[in-house]
């Protein structure tokens, strides 16, 4: 086992030479992996990855360790809520919110059994009860009925320009068909605390919400999906640090 001697920011050449596999054609089960110990906040993890993996759901990503930051420091949009997370990839970023603070938590990425088989891997290796999990593909239809997550999150999962339009069509589901947990709608119910956007305008954030770090990518490919979350009635708000806060648009 690697102990992760290198900065989070190393893995971003890494990451776009596994872009460039993910068109090959080498078979799964060629499969191989690398266990590495991360320094998350307050405690290390040991995480497997997947030296290739034909979804790219392979690699630990740099805007996962960012993100941890981030939501450390605003610990009370989490607590008492159920949270789903979307593109898990290894589940670390799952685990250290679990372990951290206890949070009810599912995972979900691919309708792939070996990245499933690998978050729970990693759950077990960090002495921790496997978490749920739902593997769903973007823009398929969801395999549950029961939408009762009032947080959604994700971090650096914007990675295919051409699946924009399916992570919309999840994201639009799962923000518009959201029930609370013992059935009663609460759209637009008040999260606990209030933020500053990027701007410094305080804003009171509302569930269902998404919130979505991405550290990985920059230029013009992020405007092809805020222009479509606009065009499908979702309103973004970045909260800074490249974190973003998405509903669906208010209606006058």
């Not at 685990?95 to 759950?123: H, M, P, Q, W």
């Not at 971090?155 to 924009?164: F, M």
Request: glycine share 6%.
């Amino acid at each position: 086992m690697e102990a992760a001697l290198f900065s989070p920011s190393s893995l971003f050449q890494e990451a776009e030479d596994h872009d460039e596999q993910a068109d090959g054609c080498q078979s799964p089960s060629e499969q191989t992996f690398v266990e590495r110990i991360h320094t998350f906040p307050g405690m290390d993890l040991k995480i497997r990855e997947f030296s290739f993996h034909h979804l790219n759901a392979n690699l630990l990503w740099p805007g996962t360790f960012a993100f941890c930051d981030w939501l450390v420091q605003h610990k009370s949009l989490l607590i008492g809520r159920r949270i789903l997370e979307l593109g898990s990839g290894t589940g670390a970023l799952a685990i250290f919110l679990r372990k951290s603070f206890g949070v009810d938590i599912t995972t979900s990425d691919f309708d792939d059994k070996e990245v499933e088989e690998n978050i729970a891997y990693n759950c077990r290796a960090n002495e921790l009860e496997v978490l749920p999990h739902i593997g769903h593909s973007w823009g398929d239809v969801f395999p549950s009925d029961e939408v009762d997550w009032d947080l959604v999150i994700a971090s650096d999962i914007l990675l295919y320009v051409k699946q924009y339009p399916n992570l919309i069509n999840t994201l639009i589901f799962l923000l518009k068909c959201y029930k609370q947990q013992d059935g009663k709608a609460l759209l637009g119910s008040p999260f606990a605390s209030e933020l500053a956007d990027a701007s410094g305008k305080v804003i009171q954030l509302q569930q269902p919400a998404f919130l979505m770090s991405w550290k990985r990518r920059l230029g013009k490919d992020e405007q092809y999906f805020f222009d479509g979350c606009h065009d499908a009635g979702l309103e973004v708000v970045h909260l800074g640090s490249r974190v973003y806060y998405i509903t669906q648009r208010k209606t006058q």
